[in-house]
Nanobody, 118 residues
Framework: VQLQASGGGLVQPGGSLRLSCAAS????????MAWYRQAPGKQRELVAS???????TYANSVKGRFTISRDNAQNTVYLQMNSLNSGDTAVYYCNAQIYSGPPWGTYWGQGTLVTVSS
């Protein structure tokens, strides 16, 4: 099982980006899919998560600006990021709870860099 993240890049303050993360391999079921981020010198933090029934949670710092969504048929999770500011600069990682045979496993994508700068 692999998670492949994409969509990062350089964006100006106030701009938008959309991250994608696709799970591939022998997958029977996916429960929670989430996005984390890690800024330089800081700990990794949860940005947003979505259950298989699309119940979502967000970090307070991104509420109202970021939207997590998923396509269960494509085993893909997205993060739409609007009104970006310098505080959003970080490496973004996708994470998923995947069942490919017992037991359930926790998987991480490779990370995609988001830089917000003028």
């Amino acid at each position: 099982v692999q998670l492949q993240a994409s969509g990062g890049g350089l964006v100006q303050p106030g701009g938008s980006l959309r991250l994608s993360c696709a799970a591939s391999g022998s997958i029977f079921s996916i429960d929670i899919m989430a996005w984390y981020r890690q800024a330089p010198g800081k700990q990794r933090e949860l940005v947003a998560s979505s259950t298989s029934s699309s119940s979502t949670t967000y970090a307070n710092s991104v509420k109202g600006r970021f939207t997590i969504s998923r396509d269960n048929a494509q085993n893909t999770v997205y993060l739409q990021m609007n009104s970006l500011n310098s505080g959003d600069t970080a490496v973004y990682y996708c994470n998923a709870q995947i069942y490919s045979g017992p037991p359930w496993g926790t998987y991480w994508g490779q990370g995609t860099l988001v830089t917000v700068s003028s």
